[in-house]
């Protein structure tokens, strides 16, 4: 008999009356009026919620709790059942960028049901006033008996400043709401696998299969190719773990009682169906056959493919010389930079790239691996490997590979080369970052994958030499490894260039930028994860939260962008007493502003026209620095972005 478990995270209620004929409510009294009316959000930005639509006719003195099944707006609430007369523009424009014209206030109630939390939240292009605020709050709780604690969302820049002279009316932050959160959707996929339980710390000693859907207490530093993820630790869409799982399609949630929930523990070390849905999950058992047959379906589906590396270029190249179409000679991380340095002239940003930049092509690095036998090594090891890999055998195989890396010495006449294009360029301190040709491939992300170092002149502890060994042998990697093997790459056509620039030691702040709404489907907005000073956005201490926001001047208009619009999701808690945000809210926008220029250009000139998808999910990965006490804004990483 095969065991059921389920976390259905939807209250299902029982009402008597007929959702094809209600249109609205004036009143909310009970759970079955919520229920006849409530649907989801129109975001996904927090998981565990249901939403219901309110509006306030102004003139008539009307409240209207809105059917979510008939009307996913409340412009077409007023225009469908209202009779609004006017076109949705002139709508937008009297009732949420005006005060003074107004026939409607609108707003959302959401219910964050695991804590039976009512909040009310308004568009955030909505200039609502502090007076239209109280009235608009009042009405409610007259006419919503199932709270009357209904606390006001501070959900942009402009909310936070107008709630200090709100006074009597709670509110609430989105640092309360992410952080009381229980569970986190992070890719809606299904797989079979066994179940088993690992704790961060142990994860690359525990010999972790591919066929293991992992329950994992705390964040891994790494993540080998697994068939399903729950982690204890809430993630940014952005941290490596969400970017690896949604590369692989691994079906992967945050889920906080994880690790001691009892129910979960009956499934231990037993053959399960795990499926993540909108805003629940499901484990079901399922036979040891079951699980055999879904992976021997997967592996037969997957092709080999052989990297193509062009070893002809056996020189440095400055920056200038290099474009996205260099990927070949030099790596997808330096070929994508060269596009970005020469887009940033052109279009004449404020924002800058990395000064001193040039790259290392691919042949000093085949040179090197073929030199002392190390490429033949990997061949031979590739070539034995019959129908699969012993954990502990690649683990010692890529050891040795490393190790025979940095004990061999670079070639002079290079070395030379090199520190040359170092002091020509007049920054003592040089970061060398990997840049391989196995990444920023069509499904392969690549992130996270392989190390970048640091090199000093003149410096035996950072030197130079030890900087670029370091990098090329991150290429073998036992994670870099494994997530090639998952997707089919030949082993033996990796390479690994380098792209080298000027270091910024003590940075005042970094995060990430994509270019699309992850929250909402077609519709704008750039998603920005930052922290305070080095400390990593995309694979952070066990912990620490970065300030994650939507910001939506990537177009100047008048009901959007002139707004200089600034959404949070939550906030940094490693900020120091002096600051309250990471992130200035001019410095967000004109982010979003340069950004969305670069986002253009790209569009135009790669986005390929036979693909399915708009501007709007047309998604660009960037990574970003503020530096200096002038705080300069730079861009040092550009990709796409899938998911």
Request: glycine share 4%.
């Given at each position: ?24 409510l ?29 509006l ?36 937008n ?16 109630i959401n ?20 007076a ?11 006419n919503?008996q ?29 640092s ?18 066994n179940?088993?339980f ?22 891994p ?13 809430f ?26 929930d ?87 940003l ?22 002392f ?151 704008r907005?750039?998603?920005i ?103 300069q ?11």
């Open positions: 008999m095969r065991r059921f478990f389920s976390f259905i995270l939807i209250c299902m209620s029982t009402y008597s009356f007929s959702q094809d004929s209600t249109h609205f004036s009143q909310i009294s009970s759970e079955d009026e919520y229920a006849l009316l409530k649907g989801d959000p129109n975001t996904s930005k927090f998981g565990e919620v249901d939403a219901v639509k309110v306030y006719d102004i003139i008539n003195d009307s409240i209207y709790f809105i059917n979510s099944d008939y009307y996913n707006y409340h412009v077409s609430f007023c225009m469908d059942y209202l009779g609004y007369d006017k076109n949705s523009w002139k709508f424009y009297n009732n949420y960028t005006t005060n003074d014209k107004r026939a409607y206030l609108m707003g959302t219910r964050f049901y695991k804590k039976n939390i009512f909040t009310l939240e308004f568009s955030v292009a909505d200039n609502i006033s502090i239209q605020v109280k009235t608009f709050h009042q009405k409610i709780i007259e919503f199932l709270s009357k604690d209904l606390k006001l969302f501070l959900n942009t820049n402009r909310m936070l400043v107008l709630s200090s002279n709100l006074i009597g009316i709670e509110t609430i932050s989105a309360d709401i992410y952080e009381g959160q229980s569970l986190q959707i992070l890719n809606q996929k299904e797989a079979y696998g179940l088993v690992v704790d961060a710390k142990d994860i690359e000693t525990a010999q972790v299969k591919y066929t293991d859907i992992v329950i994992v207490n705390g964040t530093k790494e993540l080998p190719p697994v068939a399903g993820v729950i982690t204890t630790d993630q940014t869409p952005l941290s490596h773990i969400t970017i690896l799982c949604q590369n692989r399609g691994t079906p992967v949630i945050a889920f906080k009682d994880a690790w001691k009892s129910l979960l523990r009956l499934f231990e070390n037993k053959s399960v169906r795990f499926t993540v849905h909108k805003d629940s999950f499901e484990i079901i058992n399922v036979e040891t056959t079951d699980v055999d047959k879904y992976w021997k379906t997967k592996r037969d589906s997957i092709q080999s493919i052989s990297l193509y590396t062009d070893t002809s270029i056996q020189s440095i190249l400055p920056i200038d010389l290099i474009n996205k179409n260099s990927i070949n000679i030099v790596g997808g991380k330096a070929a994508n930079f060269g596009e970005l340095v020469k887009l940033v002239k052109e279009l004449e404020t924002s800058k790239t990395p000064e001193a930049a040039f790259a290392i092509p691919f042949y000093f690095y085949s040179n090197h691996m073929n030199t036998g190390i490429q033949d090594r990997i061949s031979q090891f590739v070539t034995s490997k019959g129908e699969g890999y012993d954990d502990k055998m690649v683990r010692d195989f890529l050891s040795d590979i490393r190790q025979q890396i940095m004990e061999s010495k670079l070639d002079q006449r290079f070395l030379s080369e090199v520190s040359k294009q170092v002091k020509k360029n007049g920054f003592t301190r040089v970061r060398f970052r990997s840049s391989t040709n196995a990444e920023d491939l069509d499904g392969f992300n690549g992130a996270g994958l392989y190390d970048s170092k640091t090199g000093i002149l003149n410096n035996q502890k950072k030197s130079i030499e030890l900087a670029i060994k370091k990098v090329w042998a991150s290429a073998w990697n036992y994670k870099a490894f494994m997530e090639r093997e998952y997707f089919g790459i030949n082993q033996e056509s990796i390479a690994m260039g380098i792209l080298c620039h000027r270091s910024f030691p003590n940075e005042t702040a970094n995060g990430v930028v994509i270019t699309k709404n992850l929250y909402r489907n077609n519709y907005g750039f998603v994860n930052a922290q305070y000073g080095e400390t990593s956005v995309v694979n952070p201490p066990d912990g620490v939260t970065c300030e994650q926001m939507i910001c939506y001047s990537d177009k100047n208009d008048s009901f959007y962008g002139k707004k200089k619009i600034v959404e949070y999701l939550s906030y940094s808690n490693m900020l120091p007493d002096s600051l309250d945000k990471v992130m200035l809210t001019k410095e967000v926008t004109l982010l979003t502003e340069e950004i969305s220029k670069i986002k253009m250009a790209y569009y135009s000139k790669f986005h390929d026209q036979n693909k399915e998808g708009t501007y709007y999910n047309y998604g660009l990965d960037l990574e970003f620095k503020i530096y200096g006490s002038e705080r804004l730079y861009i040092k990483q550009i990709r796409p972005f899938q998911n």
